[in-house]
C-alpha cells in the first residue's frame, strides 16, 4: 500500500506536467468530450508545460551569464521583471507542487466564492490561467520569506488569498469597464487595481472628449505593435547597456572570439527567441487548460461573465493601447536611470511584460476616462510604479532571488506590495513568526 501512495504523491501529484495532464483529463471527461479531445487537451497541457521549461532555459542561458557579470563589476543585483521566465524558474524548483496545488485549490475556492457572493459585478469567473499560476507562485515564494509560512499552510493561505484577488478585482473593471465593455466580459489578468489608476488619472489629469482614436499616429509607430520586434529592438538595447555599463574587458571573457558588441546583441535577440518559445507554450497550454476549466465553471456558475486577459480589451481603444505602450517605455528607462543614479543596490531593467501588455491595457482606460493625455500619464505613472515596485519586491522572491528575474504587472505594487509589507510588519504581533 505504501507503494502505490508514494507512486500516486512522488510520481504522479509531485510532477507539475503530470499532475495538470491529469487534471485536464478530469476536466474534459466530465464534460463528455470525445476521446479524441481528451487526448488532444491532455497532450497539449503537457507539451505546453515543458515548452515554457524549454523557452526558460533559452532565455536563462542568454540572461545569467550577462546578469551575473553586472552584478559582480557594479555590485548591484540586476533583474528583469518577466513573469513567464520567474514563473519558469520556481517550477523547476521543489516549490513545483505546490505552487500547482495552490493554483488548483484557488480556483475551486474562486469559484464557490462567486457562486455564493450574492452581488451580480462579483459574478466574474477568472479564466486567464497563466495569470493564475503566476500569482499562485508568486505568493509561494514570498510568503515563506514574509512570515515563514511553509507545506500545507502555505498552500492553504496562498490558495485563499488567490480566490480573494481573482473574485474581487474583476468586478472593478467590470464597473469602470461597461461604458465600452459592456457588460458580457471584464479584465481578468494583473492589472485590475492598475485600470482603476488610470481611470482617475484619465479623468483627473486628461480630458476625455480629446480621444486617441481621432489621432493619426506616425507609420514607424506601426511595428510596435507586433510585441515580439518592440521585444527584440527592447532587449538588445538593454543587453548593450549593460555591456556598456561593465566594459568590454568584462563582456569579453564571455564573448571570447566574438566581437564583443555583436555578441550582446545575439544574446538580447536569444533571451527574446525564449520569450517567443515561452509564449507559445503559454499559448498551447491555455488553450488546453481553459476549456476543462471554462467547461467545469459553466455548470457551476451559470451565467457568469468571462474574466478574460489583457489583449482582449486592446481592440476598444488600438491607439490609446498604443499611446500607453510608448509612455511606459520612456518610464521604465527613466526608473532604471533613476535606480543608477542614486546607486541602488538593484537594478530594474525595463521590463517587456510592463511595457506592453500593461501599457496597452492602461492605456486604453486612460483614454476611455481622459482621452490621448490620459492614456499617456497612465501609461507613464502604472510603468514606472510598477518597475518601482520591483525594487522592493524582489528581495521576497526566495529562491527566484538572485536569478534577475521577477514578476511584473502593475498589481504586484499596488496589491501585494503594501499587503505584504504590512503583514511582515504586523506578523510579530500576531505571533505568525
Known sequence: MKEILDFIIFQLLDKATVFLGIVAFIGLWVQKKSWSEIVDGVI?????????????????????????????SLGVKGVVPANEAAFSVAMATPMANNITMTFLLGFGIHLLMV??????????????AHM????????????????GLSGTPLIVVSAFLCALYWTLTPGITRVIGREFLGDDLTLGHHQQAGAYLASRVGKYFGDKSQDAEDLELPPSLAIFRDNTISMTILMALIFLGIGIAVGQPAIAKLSGKNNWIIWLVLNGFQFTAGIVVLLSGVRMFIGSIVPAFKGISNKIIPGAVPALDSPAIYPYSPVGAMIGFVSSVVAALVVMVLLIVVKSPIIVFPSPIIMFFDGCAIGVFGNKYGGWKGAMYAGFISSFLAHIGCVFLYPLMGPVYGSGLMFSNIDFTLIWLPFLYLLKLIAPMLGLV
Not at 515554457?52 to 553586472?70: F, R
Not at 457562486?115 to 486567464?128: A, E, Q, R, S
Open 44 to 72: 497539449k497541457t503537457v507539451i505546453g508545460l515543458l515548452i515554457i521549461v524549454i523557452g526558460a532555459g533559452t532565455l536563462l542561458g542568454s540572461l545569467g551569464p550577462v546578469i551575473n557579470i553586472l552584478n559582480s
Open 132 to 147: 493564475m499560476l503566476f500569482l499562485s507562485t508568486f505568493l509561494n515564494l514570498s510568503l515563506p520569506v514574509v512570515i
Open 115 to 128: 457562486f455564493l457572493l450574492p452581488w451580480k459585478i462579483f459574478k466574474n469567473v477568472y479564466l486567464t
